[in-house]
């Protein structure tokens, strides 16, 4: 996989059967990725360049419509990037209440 310097719109998108990403981050593809595979995927490949790929992806055949993750990391290889799995510390904020002030306008 080569980075892509040319103009044209970002997108990264899934099909029946295939991740198309055009001029797409490494976080653009794991954002979609966690989505897919209903699981938290970060990118810390540290790059920050924009590709063009096509990953082939084996379609589901589980009853619940959910893509096999194994089969999805082993098609990742084809393009570049490895996936492990890690524990990694988020950050989140918490709200105990909100209230809802007026203001003129």
Same mark, same amino acid.
């Given at each position: 996989?080569?980075?892509?310097?040319?103009?044209?719109?970002?997108?990264?998108?899934?099909?029946?059967?295939?991740?198309?990403?055009?001029?797409?981050?490494?976080?653009?593809?794991?954002?979609?990725?966690?989505?897919?595979?209903?699981?938290?995927?970060?990118?810390?490949?540290?790059?920050?360049?924009?590709?063009?790929?096509?990953?082939?992806?084996? &379609?589901?055949?589980?009853?619940?419509? &959910?893509?096999?993750?194994?089969?999805?990391?082993?098609?990742?290889?084809?393009?570049?990037?490895?996936?492990?799995?890690?524990?990694?510390?988020? &950050?989140?904020?918490?709200?105990?209440?909100?209230?809802?002030?007026?203001?003129?306008?």
């Amino acid at each position: 996989m080569k980075p892509e310097t040319g103009p044209g719109r970002e997108a990264v998108a899934f099909g029946m059967d295939k991740i198309n990403g055009n001029r797409a981050t490494m976080d653009n593809l794991s954002d979609l990725l966690s989505g897919v595979l209903r699981t938290p995927l970060v990118d810390q490949t540290g790059l920050t360049e924009k590709y063009t790929f096509e990953l082939k992806v084996p &379609q589901s055949t589980s009853p619940s419509g &959910q893509y096999d993750a194994g089969a999805i990391i082993s098609s990742l290889r084809d393009i570049g990037p490895t996936v492990v799995s890690t524990t990694v510390t988020q &950050q989140y904020l918490a709200a105990d209440s909100a209230e809802y002030v007026p203001s003129a306008n």
